[in-house]
């Protein structure tokens, strides 16, 4: 069992910038993948960004050039850096973790993008 807990989230004015991190209680080097999903009010859950175990990344068009994945395998910690911070990326942020068949999500958090 993987526990990912989630920090890092709040309000910032349009323009800004936040650094969520995604700690985990395992070992993130042997996870398939690591991801940041975000789900805003009364729409679906998407994928923001993912990182893949070789270390390739994806990222959705809305947040490429804004948004950077990465993680630290000594912390198992894996951070979204957003910058450029625009209103309609107010969501709420998950982290997710992947390994073969299992699925471990983390709570989220909030990220309000507003003057």
């Known amino acids: 069992q993987v526990q990912l807990v989630e920090s890092g989230g709040g309000l910032v004015q349009p323009g800004g910038s936040l650094r969520l991190s995604c700690a985990a209680s395992?070992?993130?080097?042997?996870?398939?993948?690591m991801g940041w999903y975000r789900q805003a009010p009364g729409k679906e859950r998407e994928l923001v960004a993912n990182i893949i175990s070789g270390g390739s990344t994806n990222y959705a068009d809305s947040v490429k050039g804004r948004f950077a994945i990465s993680r630290d395998n000594v912390k198992n910690t894996v951070y979204l850096q957003m910058n450029s911070l625009k209103p309609e990326d107010t969501a709420v942020y998950f982290c997710?973790?992947?390994?073969?068949?299992?699925?471990?999500w983390g709570q989220g958090t909030q990220v309000t993008v507003s003057s």
């Open positions: 395992g070992t993130i080097a042997s996870m398939s993948s």
């Open positions: 997710k973790a992947t390994y073969f068949a299992y699925v471990y």
